[in-house]
C-alpha cells in the first residue's frame, strides 16, 4: 500500500500534467489559428504586452494605476473581441485559444483559497481505490463476460427455481444497481456456494461505479480484520494514511468472503463497526459470503444479522461451480 507522502506525489504530478496538457493544447490552438488567419497572432501578441505594460502599472500611484488599469482592460477586451470575431469568421470555436481547465474552481492547482480542491479531494481517493485494488489480487470484471448460459435452466428443488432464471434476475438487479449508483438500494448480501459468481459481479458493479468516478473500497473480511487488528494493536506501517476511514468514506465498499476472516470477537466486532458506521451515511455496501443467513445469525448474533437483513437485499446464488466451467481452480 503506499504511503501518504506518495499518494500526494502521484495526485500533484497528475495536476502538473492535466496543466502541462492544457498548456500544449494552447500553444497547438494558436498555431493552428496563426496558421489560417495570421492576424490572430498579431492581436494575441498584442494581448500579451498589454500584460506587460499591467505589471509596470503597479509601480505607480494608486490614482494614475487605476487610471491605468482601466484603460489596459478597454484595450484588453477590445482585443478580445477582435480576435473573437476572427475566430467566428474562421470557424474556430470562441474558447480555442483557452482551452479550459479540467477543474475551472482551481485552474487544475489543486487548491482554491489554501483549502484542498474538490478535484485533488477525488484524485486522491481515486489513487487509494487504484491502489487497494491492486493490492487485493483481484482484477476488475465485467458484467460482459459473465455467461448466464453457465446456469442450469433445470428447477432446483429446494429453491423451486431454476438457477439460469435466479441468476438472470440477479444479474440484472446487479446491473441496474450499478447504473442507477449512487442513486440505488443500500447494497446486498450475496451468499452461496463456491464459484457461483459473487466475486465477479460484485466487481463487475465496482468497475462500472469506479467509471462514474465514484469510490469503491473492495476488501476481504479476512484482509480488513488483519488490518484493523494491526492498526488496533499498534503494528501498522501505514499509521499516516486512514484506511479505515476510506472504508468508511468510500461511495462503495465491498466486503468478500465475509464469514471466512478467523472467527474471534474482535475481528467480529471490527467487521460490524464499519459496517454500522457506514449503514447512517447512506452509502451502499455489497457483503459476499458463503454462509446463508441463518448460519449468519448463528456465527455473528441476531443484533447483528438482523441490522444487515434489515437493511440490504438478500440474494441467494444458486448453481454448480463455475470455475470447473472456465478451466480453472483458482
Ligand atoms: N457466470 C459466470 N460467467 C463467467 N465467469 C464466471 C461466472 N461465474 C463465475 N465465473 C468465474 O469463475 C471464477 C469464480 O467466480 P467467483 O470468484 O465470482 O465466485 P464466488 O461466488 O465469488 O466464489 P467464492 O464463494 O469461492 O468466493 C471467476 O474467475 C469468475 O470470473
Ligand atoms: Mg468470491
Ligand atoms: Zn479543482
Known amino acids: 500500500m503506499l504511503s501518504k507522502k506518495e499518494i500526494y506525489k502521484q495526485a500533484y504530478a497528475e495536476l502538473s500534467q492535466r496543466r502541462l496538457k492544457r498548456q500544449l493544447k494552447k500553444d497547438m490552438h494558436l498555431k493552428h489559428a496563426v496558421s489560417v488567419c495570421p492576424e490572430i497572432g498579431e492581436l494575441c501578441s498584442k494581448l500579451g504586452k498589454t500584460s506587460i505594460k499591467l505589471s509596470k502599472s503597479l509601480l505607480y500611484n494608486s490614482d494614475y494605476q487605476l487610471k491605468i488599469l482601466n484603460r489596459i482592460s478597454h484595450e484588453n477586451i477590445k482585443i478580445q473581441n477582435e480576435i473573437n ?103 446486498f448480501v450475496m451468499c452461496g456456494l463456491t464459484g457461483l459468481g459473487k466475486t465477479h459481479l460484485s466487481l463487475a458493479i465496482a468497475s462500472e461505479v469506479i467509471s462514474k468516478g465514484f469510490t469503491v473500497i473492495y476488501s476481504t473480511s479476512s484482509e480488513i480484520t488483519r488490518n484493523m487488528a494491526d492498526r488496533y494493536f499498534g503494528h501498522t506501517t501505514n499509521s499516516d494514511v486512514d484506511y479505515l476511514n476510506l472504508i468508511v468514506e468510500s461511495d462503495l465498499f465491498i466486503l468478500d468472503d465475509l464469514g471466512a476472516e478467523f472467527d474471534s470477537s474482535f475481528n467480529k466486532s471490527a467487521i460490524f463497526d464499519i459496517f454500522n458506521s457506514r449503514t447512517p451515511l447512506n452509502r451502499p455496501t455489497i457483503i459476499n459470503t458463503n454462509l446463508y443467513p441463518e448460519q449468519l445469525q448463528a456465527r455473528y448474533g441476531e443484533r447483528v444479522a438482523s441490522r444487515i437483513f434489515s437493511t440490504l437485499d438478500t440474494f441467494s446464488f444458486i448453481g454448480v461451480d463455475n470455475r470447473f466451467r472456465i478451466g480453472k481452480k483458482q
Request: aromatic share 14%; with cysteine.
Open 85 to 187: 470575431e476572427l475566430l467566428i469568421k474562421n470557424h474556430l470555436p470562441r474558447d480555442f485559444l483557452f482551452p479550459k481547465a479540467e477543474c475551472e474552481k482551481c485552474d487544475d492547482y489543486g487548491f482554491v483559497n489554501n483549502e484542498k480542491c474538490s478535484c485533488l479531494i477525488k484524485l486522491i481517493k481515486s489513487i487509494i481505490t487504484e491502489d487497494l485494488r491492486k493490492s487485493s489480487r483481484f482484477n476488475l470484471k465485467s458484467f460482459d463476460d459473465f455467461n448466464l448460459q453457465f446456469y442450469s435452466k433445470e428447477i432446483d428443488e429446494p429453491s423451486q427455481i431454476s438457477p439460469y432464471e435466479q441468476m438472470s434476475k440477479i444479474f440484472m438487479i446487479c446491473k441496474e444497481f450499478a447504473n442507477k449508483f449512487p442513486y440505488c438500494s443500500n447494497g
